[in-house]
């Protein structure tokens, strides 16, 4: 049986220069290893300071139930929906509950003893353990059929540039914190080898139009779509990088980038993360992806909605306080609607030389640090998967007896095709294994 070529070899033979690697990835009439079986992909998005139960939580089980205001948005994937009720961080220890909310939520383990001092209890440090989605980076990076480009990407919008407990959930291993990149640009550069200074960029495919056209000589008519797809997807985001947002037909202004890092850009560095975000599973540059929106204790304003207050100030409001509840409420909808915008995206990409879409692949896991942010309970953390990546039966709406959310991390490793690790996290918590009924 002759052997594959790699990708590296692929270019080599075609003259090409390594910056046409990104284009190459994922093009089935390549033969390139791993390109024949199924892609399954996961993304856990976060956003920050818990959720108002009522207004969260369907009243019903099983699969007859109503979406509750925060869930609205989505309506057109309810069916490929599951929400997950009773799902509880049990790990304790060190550090107060918006630490280990953070800390402990992808990781499944105690903080190391540390001296960041939180809102209460004994300070602490780092997590004490790798977290899922690296986890199951490892594991598909090790294998020649699921490896890819980066195995995983952290993207992140307007997470603060210190870094400590509450502003990480992403861990390599043992007291090893992984930054996510909540610049466009930088994102932008990592995924496409290198950026060109924002005042002057020049389109990469400039650098590359040669070696496209020798790629498209050499591979399948299907492959030369996927090729100009990509090709303009990044054309596109040349130009919404280097735009200003007042719409107005002149140059732009020589030193001002497009997307500021300030609070009242967060919807369009959202959407602009997300965007990249699909297109790198469409390219095959990871299989695994984080999106963290802000931070535990997350302060964001969310001016754009209406509300002034900080995000954080408000979740502290007693439940009679119904303004407060009303806001909140609106909040976490316009989480779930970058929920929902990401799965129509990647609803609308089809997979690449496979049928169907990319969210036939794909599971999106949303999530929290808190169930409830004026009680900072642990309690009902908020876990709702939109997606058929994991080939779980969805279009459900689940109550657990409260069971430790290390058992759903468990089930979400064997989704992915990780089924020996037999716990995960604190095994003390793993003793009944990974989640029933979620298949």
């Given at each position: 049986?002759?052997?594959?070529?790699?990708?590296?070899?692929?270019?080599r033979?075609l003259?090409?220069?390594?910056?046409?690697?990104?284009?190459?990835?994922?093009?089935?009439?390549?033969?390139f290893?791993?390109?024949?079986?199924?892609?399954?992909?996961?993304?856990?998005?976060?956003?920050?300071?818990?959720?108002?139960?009522?207004?969260?939580?369907?009243?019903?089980t099983?699969?007859?139930?109503?979406?509750?205001?925060?869930?609205?948005?989505?309506?057109?994937f309810?069916?490929?929906?599951?929400?997950?009720?009773?799902?509880?961080?049990?790990?304790?220890?060190?550090?107060?509950?918006?630490?280990?909310?953070?800390?402990?939520?992808?990781?499944?383990?105690?903080?190391f003893?540390?001296?960041?001092?939180?809102?209460?209890?004994?300070?602490?440090?780092?997590?004490?353990?790798l977290?899922?989605?690296?986890?199951?980076?490892?594991?598909?990076?090790?294998?020649?059929?699921t490896?890819?480009?980066?195995?995983?990407?952290?993207?992140?919008?307007?997470?603060?540039?210190?870094?400590?407990?509450?502003?990480?959930?992403?861990?390599?291993?043992?007291?090893?914190p992984?930054?996510?990149?909540?610049?466009?640009?930088?994102?932008?550069?990592?995924?496409?080898?290198?950026?060109?200074?924002?005042?002057?960029?020049?389109?990469?495919?400039?650098?590359?139009?040669?070696?496209?056209?020798?790629?498209?000589t050499?591979?399948?008519?299907?492959?030369?779509?996927?090729?100009?797809?990509?090709?303009?997807?990044?054309?596109?985001?040349?130009?919404?990088?280097?735009?200003?947002?007042?719409?107005?037909?002149?140059?732009?202004?020589?030193?001002?980038?497009?997307?500021?890092?300030?609070?009242?850009?967060?919807?369009?560095?959202?959407?602009?993360?997300?965007?990249?975000?699909?297109q790198?599973?469409?390219?095959?540059?990871?299989?695994?992806?984080?999106?963290?929106y802000?931070?535990?204790?997350?302060?964001?304003?969310?001016?754009?909605?209406?509300?002034?207050?900080?995000?954080?100030?408000?979740?502290?409001?007693?439940?009679?306080?119904?303004?407060?509840?009303?806001?909140?409420?609106?909040?976490?909808?316009?989480?779930?609607?970058?929920?929902?915008?990401?799965?129509?995206?990647?609803?609308?990409?089809?997979e690449?030389?496979?049928?169907?879409?990319?969210?036939?692949?794909?599971?999106?896991?949303?999530?929290?640090?808190?169930?409830?942010?004026?009680?900072?309970?642990?309690?009902?953390?908020?876990?709702?998967?939109?997606?058929?990546?994991?080939?779980?039966?969805?279009?459900?709406?689940l109550?657990?007896?409260?069971?430790?959310?290390n058992?759903?991390?468990?089930?979400?490793?064997?989704?992915?095709?990780?089924?020996?690790?037999?716990?995960?996290?604190?095994?003390?918590?793993?003793?009944?294994?990974?989640?029933?009924?979620?298949?």
């Amino acid at each position: 049986m002759a052997r594959t070529r790699s990708r590296r070899e692929f270019l080599r033979d075609l003259g090409l220069s390594a910056a046409a690697l990104p284009f190459v990835l994922n093009l089935p009439s390549l033969g390139f290893a791993g390109t024949s079986a199924r892609k399954k992909r996961l993304v856990v998005m976060f956003s920050p300071n818990g959720v108002i139960p009522k207004a969260f939580w369907p009243d019903e089980t099983g699969a007859e139930f109503a979406l509750k205001e925060s869930l609205t948005p989505l309506e057109p994937f309810k069916d490929r929906t599951l929400i997950m009720h009773g799902v509880c961080d049990k790990v304790r220890g060190d550090g107060d509950n918006h630490m280990r909310g953070m800390g402990c939520l992808l990781t499944g383990i105690e903080l190391f003893p540390g001296n960041i001092q939180g809102g209460s209890d004994t300070p602490a440090g780092w997590a004490s353990g790798l977290s899922i989605d690296q986890e199951i980076k490892k594991k598909y990076q090790a294998d020649e059929a699921t490896r890819t480009r980066f195995g995983s990407l952290e993207f992140g919008v307007m997470v603060p540039q210190r870094a400590d407990t509450w502003t990480r959930m992403v861990y390599d291993g043992p007291n090893r914190p992984i930054a996510p990149i909540d610049d466009p640009y930088r994102m932008f550069s990592k995924l496409y080898g290198r950026m060109k200074d924002q005042a002057s960029l020049k389109s990469l495919l400039d650098d590359v139009k040669d070696d496209l056209k020798k790629i498209e000589t050499a591979v399948s008519v299907e492959d030369r779509r996927i090729l100009e797809e990509h090709a303009t997807f990044v054309r596109e985001m040349e130009r919404e990088l280097t735009s200003t947002d007042d719409g107005l037909d002149h140059a732009v202004p020589e030193l001002e980038p497009g997307i500021k890092a300030v609070n009242d850009e967060i919807p369009r560095i959202s959407k602009t993360q997300i965007d990249l975000m699909v297109q790198s599973f469409a390219a095959d540059f990871a299989r695994v992806a984080t999106l963290q929106y802000t931070n535990s204790v997350g302060m964001a304003k969310m001016n754009w909605l209406g509300i002034p207050e900080g995000h954080h100030e408000l979740s502290h409001e007693p439940d009679n306080n119904e303004a407060a509840v009303e806001k909140l409420t609106k909040i976490n909808k316009w989480f779930c609607e970058q929920l929902a915008y990401m799965a129509k995206r990647l609803a609308e990409t089809p997979e690449p030389g496979g049928p169907g879409s990319l969210l036939d692949n794909t599971s999106i896991l949303w999530t929290n640090e808190l169930g409830k942010g004026n009680s900072h309970t642990l309690n009902d953390i908020p876990f709702v998967m939109v997606g058929n990546g994991l080939d779980f039966k969805m279009g459900r709406s689940l109550k657990f007896p409260k069971v430790a959310h290390n058992r759903l991390l468990l089930s979400i490793a064997h989704g992915m095709g990780h089924t020996d690790l037999k716990s995960f996290g604190n095994p003390d918590f793993c003793g009944d294994g990974p989640l029933s009924d979620l298949t």
